[in-house]
């Protein structure tokens, strides 16, 4: 038995947050009090979900804000359904890809900006869920941004580690006051922010795309020479799509479509049934290898295949098609890294589909893509998986003067290769690593004993009775798949507890040239945290991976995970340790 204060079987430093009537799990505590609070007004999952929203933007607000998008899963227990708010916005209509190759995409400023999809999302959301007012909903998030909150370790040292902010007077003014950043414990406050969650609480989605706020962003990108328009803005839309499965040993993993990289989780989980992890055992070299080996024959696949379907014919059924899956667990060896993953071809398997060839891989400083992840599930069995992005920390770094609102650098996931799926194009959305994930179980039908489904955490899907048994995601770029992939098979072959799982030691393995952030190139190595024993690095060395040992709490993501219990219905919550995150049940 581990030693560590919260072992159930595995270690954990953190307790398993419990819960009846609702659990929230968040990249801040104010946040998560922030959901918790509309919860306890008689709000609902969504409800709580945009409240923390809206308070991750002030309190995190280098991960996410308004001025960025992000994906927003709702489980709906009344109905069974289970749909993906796709908040991503497109390239400007002005983005000249000529331009672009000749000058390069720059990293921050006003030419990473593309256009801001998540006030779309959260609305949309809000609209068809929603049961409590939005004024009411918004309400936490405008008095942390008038009033102020203190400044965590954490946030300080974001602050201080980007000079940018302190380039942009509009930025400075907030982060920077007095020419210095906030240290923690100073009191950060963001009063034109306020006002602009304000007036999207009086006039809705019109404030931000067509109204006062819309035209602030855009006389921005006028006076830095961007590209952002007003036609950008007034012609952004989320979508509602359904959302894409697989089945892993008993149970329905559900994730976004493309064009997300949910795709690669599945991918991922397909490889991996086609072996016995158990018997290879839990965070052993063995078991690693195997993750990594699939991490790379999917990734391989991403980049052969995978942009926005409205521009590119994606055969994203061939690709978590299970008779694939098997094809391609051929090309793992349990003994050998693999020197180079070729992407397969999943046409055959896509619904009338024939044999194509695939893409040629292309690319040319690996930046860290920060966004945040968090969780709701309420008393009534519904449930939020949402993730929201600025895309890099800070995002462009600029604040639009006068609106508080930090504008995303997303342009710097495009590919510049016309040949390459995700090559950029003026209105095309670019591919993205934000993933959200639900996971079912079959349910033992009514009256078979324990096990049992609980109608309030169960659906139908295909005539069949599934029971919500987690929610969970992780911010972290191209480590997002990676990362779920490690703590959803914690849980469901290894049996950790959720704080288990997110506190457990990971791994994440980098792949030239499948990296989403220019320049897309990377080392090829297996980052490990230095938790792992020596004897399973020294395993992996002699198997072929390249090794790169991290601090003990080193990996990129910040894991947010609600578990269910099947029998009694208890919320079971856990947030990473890694960064603020905070999970609180109620």
Same mark, same amino acid.
């Given at each position: 038995m581990p030693s560590s204060p919260h072992s159930a079987r595995f270690e954990a430093y953190r307790p398993v947050v419990m819960g009846r009537h609702g659990m929230v799990c968040s990249g801040h505590p104010l946040a998560s009090q922030a959901g918790i609070a509309m919860l306890q007004k008689g709000g609902n999952a969504v409800d709580a979900a945009i409240a923390t929203a809206a308070a991750l933007n002030v309190t995190e607000p280098l991960m996410s804000g308004i001025g960025g998008d992000g994906y927003i899963m709702v489980y709906w227990q009344q109905t069974g359904g289970l749909e !993906? /708010?796709?908040?991503?916005?497109?390239?400007?209509?002005?983005? %000249?890809? +000529?331009?672009?190759r000749a000058h390069g995409i720059p990293l921050k400023g006003i030419l990473s900006v593309s256009a801001p999809g998540l006030v779309h999302s959260w609305l949309d959301a809000h609209q068809r869920y929603g049961s409590l007012p939005l004024a009411e909903v918004l309400a936490p998030a405008i008095d942390l941004? $008038?009033?102020?909150?203190? !400044?965590?370790?954490?946030?300080?040292?974001?602050?201080?580690? %980007?000079?940018?902010?302190?380039?942009?007077?509009? /930025?400075?003014?907030?982060?920077?006051? &007095? =020419?210095?950043?906030?240290?923690? &414990?100073e009191i950060l406050y963001q009063r034109d922010l306020a006002r602009t969650f304000q007036a999207i609480a009086r006039e809705g989605r019109d404030a931000f795309y067509r109204g006062e706020v819309a035209r602030a962003l855009v006389?921005?990108?006028? $006076?830095?020479? =961007?590209?952002?328009?007003? %036609? %950008?803005?007034?012609?952004?839309?989320?979508?509602? $799509?359904a959302p894409i499965a697989t089945t892993y040993h008993g149970h329905t993993v559900y994730e976004a479509p493309p064009n997300s990289s949910g795709h690669v989780l599945l991918q991922e989980l397909n490889l991996v049934e086609q072996f016995d992890l158990k018997t290879l055992g839990c965070n052993t070299a063995q078991s690693v290898h195997l993750m990594v080996e699939a991490k790379k024959l999917a990734f391989s696949d991403r980049e052969a295949y995978v942009a926005d379907p409205d521009f590119v014919d994606v055969p994203t059924q061939g690709l978590i098609a299970k008779e694939y899956a098997k094809e391609r667990a051929k090309l793992i060896d349990l003994e050998r890294a693999m020197a180079d993953a070729p992407p397969g071809d999943p046409w055959p398997w896509q619904p009338g589909g024939t044999a194509r060839k695939p893409a040629a891989p292309s690319g040319v400083t690996r930046a860290q893509e920060d966004t945040t992840c968090f969780v709701v599930v309420d008393g009534q069995g519904n449930a939020v998986c949402q993730l929201q992005s600025l895309q890099g920390a800070w995002g462009s770094s600029l604040i639009a003067e006068g609106t508080g609102v930090l504008l995303n650098n997303r342009m710097t996931y495009w590919h510049l290769d016309p040949n390459h799926p995700d090559c950029l194009q003026p209105g095309k959305r670019v591919r993205h690593t934000m993933n959200p994930v639900m996971v079912f179980r079959d349910a !033992?039908?009514? &009256?078979? =004993? $324990? &096990?049992?489904?609980?109608?309030?955490? /169960?659906?139908? +899907?295909? =005539?069949?009775s599934l029971q919500l048994v987690l929610v969970c995601g992780t911010p972290g770029a191209d480590t997002q798949v990676q990362t779920n992939l490690q703590v959803i098979t914690h849980v469901l072959d290894f049996g950790m507890t959720v704080a288990e799982a997110v506190e457990a030691?990971?791994?994440?393995?980098?792949? /030239?040239?499948?990296?989403?952030?220019?320049?897309?190139?990377?080392?090829d190595e297996l980052l490990l945290e230095s938790r792992f024993p020596q004897e399973a690095r020294a395993e992996l060395q002699r198997r072929g991976h390249a090794l790169n040992v991290i601090g003990d709490w080193a990996a990129a993501g910040s894991e947010m995970m609600i578990q269910i219990d099947p029998k009694t219905g208890a919320l079971h919550g856990a947030a990473d340790p890694r960064r603020d995150g905070y999970a609180i049940g109620w």
């Open positions: !993906v /708010s796709n908040g991503t916005g497109a390239a400007p209509l002005a983005a %000249d890809p +000529d331009h672009f941004a $008038e009033n102020g909150f203190p !400044v965590s370790h954490v946030l300080a040292a974001a602050i201080a580690a %980007d000079p940018w902010l302190a380039r942009f007077p509009s /930025s400075a003014a907030v982060f920077c006051p &007095g =020419g210095k950043p906030l240290r923690a &414990g006389r921005c990108s006028q $006076e830095q020479g =961007g590209l952002l328009t007003l %036609d %950008d803005l007034a012609q952004c839309r989320a979508r509602w $799509e !033992v039908p009514l &009256g078979k =004993g $324990e &096990g049992r489904a609980r109608p309030e955490h /169960s659906r139908r +899907d295909g =005539g069949q030691p990971r791994w994440r393995n980098t792949q /030239s040239p499948t990296e989403s952030n220019i320049p897309h190139v990377c080392k």
